[in-house]
């Protein structure tokens, strides 16, 4: 479930192109419209706030999806569009799959561990091989290798997948005008959309296992991939296109030659990203019967145990991990030359054919998170009650409740002008139709609900994200300590911490955004360590260097000067939290998230999960487009 | 492993190929087995013990492969039009969709019941019942509502519900008896269990919807509230429910298609009876006591033959 960002040492994955330039003026002027509209805002709020009826149970968005359930269903093996087109993708996918896991199978224990330290040490260099083993034979110590090994064909097929379309793709988009701009909106889509959502038409379309379960990963991922080429195919020197180009080279020639060579890194940190976003989408799929390691997860959260849980919850880590470090270190550096990578390469397919056994002492940490989580939930529980109440009630109850009683069209309204005012008249247009969508898919109290929960969830994630972001940047040592605990909250399925969080703040509201504010932090800490260290540090110098104190500095030159990285991690912090939504319908948090959960469960219930999922997306349009516009208009470009 | 040669070389050469249904590629049996069976395994544990027990004798006695995948009921349901599955071996009512299936779409066929009966319910823990002894008749839940209120009943009591897949008529049932209650949705199973959990540990009111058979109990003691009796026909409209749920035959149903050629693998899920307590011994030991599945299964196989082996068709 990670979203693109920006990683250390690689330009940023996010949204590119040129923004709005509406609306720029004074600052006392545009703070004056500001109040100007909050006043007009809260006069007409208290003059047509009313009490909504609930949300109809059978709305006309509901019905149009319901019979478009029962027309695919009884056309599946009937219509052409299937006979010859979703019927052969999910063949082809399947044939796919099954290759690439013959291919890891077929090596055995010690083979597949020798084959990854092999190809780790060709690429990406020593330290990075030894990682690669110790990783490799960690899940066989854990007692997962073969859902390990299931996790990771499914993950490499998907990502096979995904480079060879999203590559080209991501070329194209930066060549030629017109794809990269038609295409902007449909990638923002896809990656605002939570992957939950995805599960319903899944299997609607290409039925349970793994296919469907490659095809989701397929959707999630490829807008990273296509993204991070554009930028890096965009992002080689003109001078050096110019000069190959005025040698006689042809178009052909300057892409092979002399724009993807140059691009190298960016295109390698674009697989590393692709990697990352399937792995955890590839987990999820457990829910539509894809094998590995999520089918460990959900089984062991059916039987309330923790540590079960942990333990393949950690394996997605230690994947994650090695695949993190390997592609990024393979990113920085050659390959070895072909006279030292043969006899590595030969060494391997020598362990391949050996007759190693596959016995590895067994280790499990089910029974010591079992006994911790106990602990934690008998004796903690005191004060999570407290915090719970303390923020639902005093933040949470009172949010929600202004959002509900205000009528449809006066939040359409404000959205329209409020994102007038910071956003550019483009970017309010579509918030504003967002809203319109949301209204007209007959879920809007449910909408609001949910609003309600991810602005709390948001606030609390910027709120702890930039705090743990500036701490990390000013001490080099707590970076280093922090960041594997970073990897581990944004790898780890959100699944292994929900039980835990029920335990100790009851199926509500609030364990959903405590889920959603451990997911969504890390990107946030990541962008804003990233945009302070950014700031030159001749400026820095200059500002010390004239007497200012450490706080001066940070307020008055860092945060100031680290702004576009700022509202960058204002942005996917708020993508992030959208994610998390439906991971809340599972732990008490109800509307839109609920509504998804009910309708991939219940057949009565699909339209109008399927309704939700969309909603969702909506939501995530107009909460993107109102931020993005902000650094796009004010900030420093980023 | 193996795929449909057939649909392979329609995938090269589009043209002139009728096309691939839904099912091209699924697995063919595998050799030297006398067959393979795709048992659903529906996402609570008393299933999953039902279908522990029926996977080892059916690999271990009588010679079968089994597939098992991990689906929600209604795709499960869905799996026997696509031959995906083959059986669900433990269904609760589900009027709606055999109607749907076995009625019009005549793709399932009924297989009897389990010998398990299935309660719904709302419950609180021992401790609620032992302090305010009336709590368990509906009658005095309005008196009570206070106790059970919490940050997302919105000032009233919180009665808890679980997985949206599951069989409720709570929110009928709170509006038509004139309760002071609100339905709160946990959204899974596991969230419900962790709360009843908490609620003993923690002597923390709750009032939940719940089931049996079901591991917990063997763990932890609750009280089932009373409610107005069920009558037969009483829930008739989903909207005027006023009365209990009705206890629950459970049953098997498997595809057309399993039942027609299936052989002894059908006659064995068929013959398949046993009691609650069998279920909740099994669960014990995938819950409580960490087994897998076939350890389970295994270990109350060898326990318990006078109960399986009337189940294996003669022959065999």
Redesign the interface.
């Known amino acids: 479930m990670t979203r693109p960002e920006l990683r250390p040492g690689g330009p940023p994955a996010g949204r590119t192109g040129g923004g709005d330039r509406w609306g720029v003026r004074g600052p006392w002027s545009t703070r004056t419209i500001f109040a100007i509209l909050v006043v007009a805002a809260a006069g007409a709020y208290l003059g047509f706030r009313s009490t909504p009826a609930a949300d109809s149970a059978d709305a006309a968005a509901f019905r149009f999806f319901d019979s478009v359930r029962e027309w695919v269903?009884a056309n599946?093996?009937s219509h052409?569009l299937?006979?010859?087109g979703v019927?052969?993708l999910?063949?082809?996918v399947?044939?796919l799959v099954?290759a690439v896991s013959?291919a890891l199978t077929g090596l055995g224990f010690a083979g597949l561990v020798a084959v990854a330290g092999a190809v780790s040490l060709v690429l990406a260099g020593w330290r990075a091989a030894l990682l690669a083993v110790a990783g490799f034979l960690s899940f066989a110590v854990l007692g997962l290798w073969t859902e390990s090994v299931d996790t990771l064909a499914l993950t490499l097929a998907a990502v096979l997948l995904s480079v060879l379309i999203g590559v080209p793709l991501g070329i194209l988009a930066a060549r030629v005008r017109w794809i990269g701009s038609a295409l902007r909106p449909v990638l923002d889509v896809m990656q605002i959309l939570p992957t939950f959502a995805y599960l319903a038409p899944m299997?609607l379309l290409f039925?349970?296992?793994s296919p469907a379960a490659v095809i989701a990963t397929l959707i999630y991922a490829v807008p990273v991939t296509i993204r991070i080429t554009q930028l890096g195919i965009a992002g080689v020197a003109p001078v050096t296109v110019e000069a190959a180009a005025a040698q006689g080279s042809t178009r052909w020639q300057l892409l092979t030659k002399v724009r993807l060579p140059m691009a190298r890194p960016v295109l390698v940190l674009a697989v590393n990203q692709t990697i990352m976003v399937a792995l955890s989408m590839v987990v999820v799929t457990?829910l539509?019967?894809a094998p590995g390691l999520g089918?460990n997860i959900?089984?062991a959260?059916?039987?309330?145990?923790v540590g079960?849980a942990f333990d393949a919850g950690l394996a997605i880590v230690i994947m994650a991990v090695v695949l993190d470090r390997v592609t990024t270190a393979a990113s920085r550096r050659r390959p070895l030359p072909w006279r030292l990578a043969v006899p590595v390469l030969a060494a391997a397919a020598l362990v391949v054919l050996l007759p190693i056994g596959d016995r590895v002492p067994a280790l499990s940490f089910?029974a010591p998170v079992n006994r911790l989580t106990a602990w934690v939930?008998?004796h903690w529980?005191a004060g999570t009650e407290w915090l719970?109440?303390t923020v639902?009630?005093y933040l949470l109850?009172p949010l929600e409740n202004l959002l509900v009683t205000t009528p449809w069209w006066l939040f359409v309204l404000f959205v329209l002008g409020f994102g007038l005012l910071i956003a550019g008249w483009r970017a309010a247009l579509v918030a504003a139709a967002a809203a319109v969508g949301v209204a007209a898919l007959g879920l809007w109290v449910h909408a609001m609900q949910t609003l309600a929960t991810v602005l709390v969830a948001t606030a609390l994630t910027l709120l702890g994200g930039v705090w743990a972001g500036i701490s990390c940047a000013r001490h080099d040592r707590l970076a280093t300590a922090v960041r594997p605990l970073l990897d581990a909250a944004q790898t780890m399925p959100s699944f292994v911490y929900?039980?835990p969080a029920?335990?100790l703040f009851?199926?509500?509201?609030?364990t959903a955004i405590v889920a959603a504010v451990i997911f969504a932090v890390p990107p946030v800490v990541r962008l804003v360590e990233r945009g302070i260290r950014d700031v030159p540090p001749t400026v820095v110098e200059a500002a010390l260097s004239a007497g200012s104190t450490p706080r001066q500095l940070l307020w008055k030159v860092q945060l100031p000067m680290a702004r576009g990285g700022l509202l960058l991690a204002a942005n996917q912090g708020i993508v992030m939290v959208l994610g998390m939504v439906v991971v809340g319908?599972?732990?008490?948090?109800?509307a839109l998230?609920?509504d998804v959960?009910?309708g991939?469960?219940?057949?009565?219930?699909f339209g109008r999960g399927l309704a939700a999922g969309f909603a969702i997306v909506l939501l995530g349009v107009l909460l993107d487009r109102l931020t993005q516009g902000f650094h796009r208009s004010k900030g420093p470009s980023s | 492993m193996r795929i449909s040669y057939v649909a392979v070389v329609c995938l090269l050469l589009t043209a002139g190929c009728q096309g691939a249904t839904s099912d091209s590629g699924d697995p063919a049996p595998s050799a030297g087995s006398k067959g393979t069976v795709n048992l659903a395994i529906n996402p609570w544990v008393g299933y999953e013990s039902n279908a522990a027990v029926i996977e080892y004798l059916l690999e271990k006695k009588l010679g079968y492969t089994v597939e098992t995948k991990n689906l929600k009921e209604e795709i499960s349901w869905q799996g026997f039009e696509t031959g995906e599955v083959d059986a669900i071996v433990e269904n609760w009512g589900h009027d709606d969709l055999k109607k749907t299936y076995i009625e019009e779409k005549k793709v399932a066929v009924d297989a009897g019941p389990t010998g398990n009966t299935g309660i719904i319910g709302w419950y609180v823990p021992q401790w609620m019942a032992d302090q305010y002894p009336d709590i368990t008749d509906w009658k005095n839940l309005n008196k009570y509502a206070g106790l059970f209120k919490t940050s997302e009943s919105g000032g009233k009591g919180q009665l808890l519900d679980g997985d949206p897949s599951y069989v409720t008529n709570d929110e009928a049932l709170v509006a038509n008896l004139k309760l002071n209650y609100k339905v709160v949705y946990s959204g899974s199973e596991a969230a419900l269990i962790k709360a009843a959990q908490q609620a003993t540990a923690q002597k923390k009111p709750l009032l939940f919807y719940f089931y049996e058979p079901q591991w917990l109990f063997a763990k932890e003691k609750y009280v089932r509230v009373k409610l107005p009796e069920y009558t037969a026909g009483c829930d008739a409209d989903p909207k005027k429910v006023a009365c209990d749920y009705p206890e629950y035959v459970l049953d098997k149903i498997v595809s057309k298609k399993f039942a027609d050629t299936g052989g002894a693998a059908y006659q064995l899920v068929k013959n398949f009876k046993w009691t609650n307590d069998d279920q909740n011994l099994v669960s014990d030991y995938l819950t409580n006591q960490g087994m897998t599945p076939e350890r389970a299964a295994e270990k109350w196989v060898t326990e318990h033959e006078a109960t399986w082996k009337p189940w294996i068709p003669a022959g065999n």
């Open positions: 269903d599946r093996d052409p299937f006979l010859f019927n052969y999910r063949l082809g399947r044939l099954e013959a299997t039925l349970i296992g457990a539509i019967d089918q959900v089984r959260l059916e039987r309330v145990n079960a089910a939930e008998l529980y719970k109440n639902t009630g109850n929900l039980l029920v335990a009851g199926a509500s509201r609030f319908g599972l732990v008490g948090a109800g998230g609920y959960v009910a991939f469960s219940q057949r009565e219930d």
